[in-house]
């Protein structure tokens, strides 16, 4: 088992350029999160995925944009990047019913 | 209130010693308060949790203290080894479902 798997690793944007921010799971979880840790403020949650087809705003959603593809897969989207959102994002995934988060190794983005 | 507030920032500690984190939190409908640890270039796993109705959980050297009426729970590490260097978060949440609420983070560093 991969667990939680995201691409890609790193990323440097220019301002005002799209990306989107993949993440997979093979543990057959319901729910996946996005968050974003930056230095002193925690892991913030941008978006979050109760289930396959259904997906709500976070603590810091503004910007992002979120897709459930499937059971395995939560993408993040970034429209229009800007410096603010240089920061570490991490995709996450649990049962509905379990507390366990497990967390995916994250991707380093810049935005010059 | 959904904050956690955590502290210290960050915490040097020699080998042997203990390290004490503090977390407190003002949402009284938590019901789970877990510790996640995280090693630089990682994602945060979970290290332990606890429930309300227990004031205390010990794990190997690892252990939470829980004050409810204060609204108060810690980590203590007992003899701290250097491979315990890393980000401790605490969070909180209200189960089933619930989102995590994060603290901001200790950096633990263990001085040989």
């Known amino acids: 088992n991969a667990g939680v798997t995201q691409t890609p690793k790193f990323q440097v944007l220019k301002t005002g350029q799209s990306m989107t921010l993949q993440c997979a799971q093979d543990?057959?979880?319901?729910?996946m999160y996005w968050y974003r840790q930056d230095p002193g403020m925690g892991l913030r949650l941008i978006y979050y995925?109760?289930?396959?087809?259904?997906?709500d705003k976070g603590e810091v959603p503004n910007g992002y944009n979120v897709s459930r593809l499937n059971k395995r897969e939560f993408s993040l989207r970034l429209e229009s990047a800007a410096p603010s959102q240089t920061s570490v994002y991490f995709c996450?995934?649990?049962?509905?019913?379990?507390?366990?988060?497990?967390f995916g190794p994250g991707t380093r983005l810049l935005v010059l | 209130q959904q904050q956690v507030k955590q502290s210290p920032q960050s915490l040097i500690v020699q080998k042997g010693g203990i390290s004490i984190i503090n977390c407190a939190y003002e949402n009284t409908a938590f019901d789970y308060f877990p510790w996640y640890q995280q090693f630089p270039g990682k994602g945060p796993a979970l290290l332990i949790a606890?429930?309300?109705?227990?004031s205390e959980k010990k794990e190997g050297r690892f252990t939470i203290s829980f004050n409810k009426s204060a609204k108060q729970f810690s980590l203590h590490i007992m003899d701290s080894q250097p491979g315990d260097s890393a980000t401790y978060f605490c969070?909180?949440?209200?189960?089933?479902?619930?989102?995590?609420?994060f603290g901001q983070g200790t950096e633990l560093s263990v001085k040989p």
């Open positions: 995925s109760a289930s396959e087809g259904t997906t």
């Open positions: 543990m057959n979880h319901n729910s």
């Open positions: 969070a909180a949440s209200n189960l089933p479902g619930g989102k995590l609420i």
């Open positions: 996450a995934s649990s049962d509905y019913l379990s507390e366990t988060q497990y």
């Open positions: 606890i429930r309300p109705d227990v």
